[in-house]
Each structure stands twice: as structure tokens, then as C-alpha cells.
């Protein structure tokens, strides 16, 4: 599946709804960047109608600076980079962590590498030489799972 990449502007909105949900789930009145009034309450009321329209304009304005982050940000990582179809997170890990396939490509790409490096030093005509021949021949059937 692909998704519209999140834009700078996208995650800075993500932070701010971020960080209200995270007071309100917290107990506090939810603050913004810039908010240094002694007079603003320190505990969020649910109960209290002014406090509720704090939320709303807090949580509405990431949505004017960015319209449509939630779909970008957390959808692309949802049913994007989560997605086990994808293959891009390691779905057996509790962090984090590129799929495991990911560490096999690089260990092929070493060996090939590798493989390269041996294939400069070994002398005569390189096509012809039985040597080089057998370790490619080994690096393919390592590649693709068949016999050599």
C-alpha cells in the first residue's frame, strides 16, 4: 500500500496533538507553545465547558496548521510501516526494528562485496578459471536457496 509521505509540517502538528492528548491523559490543563499565564488552571476539567473548548481549539488547530496529518502520519505508520504485508517492521519485536529480511539483504550484499574483492585477486583469465567460477557459482545458490 502506499500513502502520501508526512510533511515536516505533518509531524510538528502530530507533536502538538501529541503533547494535548498527553496532558489531558496526564490530569493537566493542556497547554500550547507559548502559554506562560499564571492564570491558566493547572488540572483539566472534563466537566467544565471552557475547558472542553480548550481541547477542541488546541486539538482543531494542528488540523488548520496541517489539514489532514492524521491520515499521513498516523495512517502511514499504521497501515503502512506496521502493516505485516509490507514487510518493513520486524513483527516479532517489541521496538521498533526493520524486518528481518532487511539484515539478510545486507549480509548478501557483504558477501557479494566480498565476493568481488576475491574475484580481483585471483589470477589469469577470470572467466576461464575454475576458481572464480565455483564461487559464483556458491554465491548464486547461497542468493537463491538452490544447489550450487
Not at 500550547?32 to 488547530?61: A, C, I, Q, T
Not at 516479532?92 to 526493520?98: C, G, K
Not at 585477486?121 to 576458481?131: F, H, K, L, M, T
Amino acid at each position: 500500500m502506499k500513502m502520501a509521505k508526512a510533511s515536516e509540517q505533518d509531524i510538528d502538528a502530530a507533536g502538538n496533538a501529541m503533547s494535548v492528548l498527553n496532558d489531558i491523559s496526564s490530569g493537566y490543563y493542556p497547554a500550547k507553545e507559548g502559554d506562560d499565564s499564571e492564570d491558566l488552571p493547572y488540572r483539566f476539567d472534563p466537566d467544565d465547558v471552557e475547558h472542553l473548548r480548550r481541547f477542541y481549539d488546541l486539538m482543531n488547530s494542528t488540523l488548520d496548521k496541517a489539514p489532514g496529518w492524521p491520515n499521513r502520519v498516523i495512517g502511514g505508520m499504521c497501515y503502512v510501516i506496521l502493516s505485516d504485508q509490507n514487510e518493513i517492521v520486524d513483527p516479532a519485536a517489541d521496538v521498533l526494528e526493520l524486518h528481518p529480511k532487511f539484515a539478510a539483504v545486507a549480509a548478501m550484499r557483504d558477501e557479494f562485496l566480498a565476493l568481488l574483492v576475491d574475484l580481483t585477486d585471483i589470477e589469469g583469465p577470470q572467466p576461464g578459471n575454475s576458481a572464480w567460477g565455483d564461487k559464483v557459482r556458491a554465491a548464486i545458490a547461497k542468493a537463491t536457496g538452490r544447489p550450487a
